[in-house]
Each structure stands twice: as C-alpha cells, then as structure tokens.
Nanobody
Framework: QVQLVESGGGLVQPGGSLRLSCAAS????????IGWFRQAPGKEREGLTC????????RFADSVMGRFTISRDHAKNAVDLQMKRLQPDDTAAYYC???????????????????WGQGTQVTVSS
C-alpha cells in the first residue's frame, strides 16, 4: 500500500524536544519533496519545513527557524522532524506530505502536495 505514516507524537513539557518520523511505504522517497505541516484546532494548516530529496534543498518557516530541523533517513525510507524548545503554541496535529517536485526547491504551500499521512498529535503542556 502506497502511504505515508507519521509517528513520534506525544505529550512533552514546555522547553522539551520531540522527534517525528514520516515513513513511506509502497514507494521510495527518492525524487520527492517532503513537507511537514501542522494544524491546531480552529487554525489553518501551516507549512513548517520541507526537503527536496533530489536536490537536498531545505526550507523553514519563520515560526520554526532555529528550533526545528528536517533530515532524511535513507535506511528507513523516512524523513524526520526534530523539534526543540517546544512551547504550548506548538501544540497541533502534525502531518507530512509528499509531491514529485520539478523545481530545485520545495514548497511550503499545502496545496502543492498530493499525498498526506494521517497525522500525529503533539501536545506541549506542563
């Protein structure tokens, strides 16, 4: 089955860290752009970071610059999201998505992506 599956969500205290993983099954991530997004209740889906696996290009939203990193795990056919210095405002459902992207960079617009995972919940609270 061709799908993306996120894992690693959970409850973390403010200031803490969490690592999410987006694993692909049924296809290889080679040549795809992978994006991480989040959506909090009552808010629009927000693009956080993306990687173009073909060019190595990385992109970050201002809201996560310096706190979140994105990396490729070739062995697991996955893309990981390392999150540090988490705050209550980071509480949301986190999603990964993929698209075959012809350009050098990668998009943070969710409309550009055509395959989505089911999401994993991240809650930042004391």
């Amino acid at each position: 089955q061709v799908q993306l599956v996120e894992s690693g969500g959970g409850l973390v205290q403010p200031g803490g860290s969490l690592r999410l993983s987006c694993a692909a099954s049924g296809f290889t991530l080679d040549g795809y752009s992978i994006g991480w997004f989040r959506q909090a209740p009552g808010k629009e889906r927000e693009g956080l970071t993306c990687i173009n696996t073909r060019t190595g290009f990385l992109r970050f939203a201002d809201s996560v610059m310096g706190r979140f990193t994105i990396s490729r795990d070739h062995a697991k056919n996955a893309v990981d999201l390392q999150m540090k210095r988490l705050q209550p405002d980071d509480t949301a459902a986190y999603y990964c998505a993929s698209v075959k992207y012809a350009e050098f960079g990668c998009p943070l617009n969710n409309n550009e992506y055509d395959r989505w995972g089911q999401g994993t919940q991240v809650t930042v609270s004391s």
